[in-house]
T-cell receptor
Framework: DAGITQSPRYKITETGRQVTLMCHQT?????MFWYRQDLGHGLRLIYY???????DKGEVPDGYVVSRSKTENFPLTLESATRSQTSVYFC??????????FGEGSRLTVL | GQSLEQPSEVTAVEGAIVQINCTYQ??????LSWYQQHDGGAPTFLSY????GLEETGRFSSFLSRSDSYGYLLLQELQMKDSASYFC??????????????FGKGTTLSVSS
């Protein structure tokens, strides 16, 4: 199916565990982004990527790692999850500066 | 750095007009965007202003004044389904690599009958 998909949609994990959130888009968009959304903070940029093998930090990158070996995939890894990383994570992509297309979100709970 | 300010909540009745303001501070400026998000869902694009003036798309309009670092989203003929969160966002340089969209904290619009 065309579009941008995130997996898993829901995840419960424990403090200290490694978690990877997957993001896949079928449009061949150059740019991809990871945001987290928390009450009172809106959408905050974690990492972004301008193309395969090009990634850069956003506003809140600490505790996260990304990679982009293929244009269509942009996984986000929490190497050692903490309770403060409980959040809703949105992946987005675009081919231009005009419009971002968001996935449906991954809801992560860290116990 | 970047910062965007918008009201946290707005309430209105069906059929009314509401304006959501956004002021921003950025190191560079490449346009002001607006996104809508219904409860728990994915944000969706509403409008984009790169130049000063008003852009109209159906019941929604967006305005930009670059000299005032200010914009607004105007929603007319409000409907219950317009109840949602609305985010302004600016594209700005974060690092050397390129630009990315930075979002405000969002305005929750509640429309009542």
């Amino acid at each position: 199916d065309a579009g941008i998909t995130q997996s898993p949609r829901y995840k419960i994990t424990e403090t200290g565990r490694q978690v990877t959130l997957m993001c896949h888009q079928t449009w061949s968009h150059s740019y991809m982004f990871w945001y987290r959304q928390d009450l009172g903070h809106g959408l905050r940029l974690i990492y972004y990527s301008a193309a395969a093998d090009i990634t850069d930090k956003g506003e809140v990158p600490d505790g996260y790692v990304v990679s982009r070996s293929k244009t269509e995939n942009f996984p986000l890894t929490l190497e050692s999850a903490t309770r403060s990383q409980t959040s809703v994570y949105f992946c987005a992509s675009t081919s231009s500066s005009r419009e971002l297309f968001f996935g449906e979100g991954s809801r992560l709970t860290v116990l | 750095g970047q910062s965007l300010e918008q009201p946290s909540e707005v309430t209105a009745v069906e059929g009314a007009i509401v304006q959501i303001n956004c002021t921003y501070q950025t190191s560079g400026f490449y346009g002001l965007s607006w996104y809508q998000q219904h409860d728990g869902g994915a944000p969706t694009f509403l409008s984009y202003n790169a130049l000063d003036g008003l852009e109209e798309t159906g019941r929604f309009s967006s305005f930009l004044s670059r000299s005032d670092s200010y914009g607004y989203l105007l929603l007319q003929e409000l409907q219950m389904k317009d109840s949602a969160s609305y985010f302004c966002a600016v594209r700005d340089h974060l690092n050397q690599a390129g630009t990315a969209l930075i979002f405000g904290k969002g305005t929750t619009l509640s429309v009542s009958s």
